[in-house]
């Protein structure tokens, strides 16, 4: 029985979880959105929320526990500079799991984006319409 049991281990060794998430966090804090599987989405947004309320403290102790989940030093300054200011007020629930349609092509699994939640994230603007071809 799975009684109290808690977190994914997706069929890796600790190790490679443990990086996985890493490489995942700072992805999503670079972009402020990600696109990957439902049951990863749901597992990194609680590493995600944790190293926010990190930054939303502000102090060197707390620098210091965020730069042992992120692998870029570019993107712990944007978490304490630009992201934890962002969220001072927010007592929580910085991240969104969005269901995506449709499962990915090569091996059918369920996909998600999982997004900073008031991160205004600059969409590529459409090209217009081609018009019909006469013929």
């Given at each position: 029985m799975r009684h109290s049991v808690r977190g994914r281990k997706f069929g890796r060794t600790a190790s490679h979880r443990k990086m996985m998430f890493r490489n995942m966090v700072t992805e999503l804090f670079r972009h402020e959105r990600i696109q990957t599987t439902t049951e990863k989405a749901k597992e990194a947004r609680s590493v995600a929320e944790r190293l926010i309320t990190y930054a939303k403290a502000g102090d060197l102790n707390s620098r210091r526990m965020a730069a042992r989940k992120l692998t870029d030093?570019?993107?712990?300054?944007?978490?304490?500079?630009?992201?934890?200011?962002?969220?001072?007020?927010?007592?929580g629930g910085y991240t969104r799991v969005l269901k995506m349609d449709g499962p990915r092509r090569g091996d059918n699994a369920d996909m998600a984006i999982l997004e900073l939640v008031t991160g205004e994230v600059p969409h590529k603007?459409?090209?217009?319409?081609?018009?019909?071809?006469?013929?």
């Open positions: 030093p570019v993107v712990l300054q944007k978490l304490f500079d630009v992201l934890g200011p962002r969220y001072a007020d927010r007592p603007p459409r090209s217009a319409a081609k018009p019909p071809l006469e013929g």
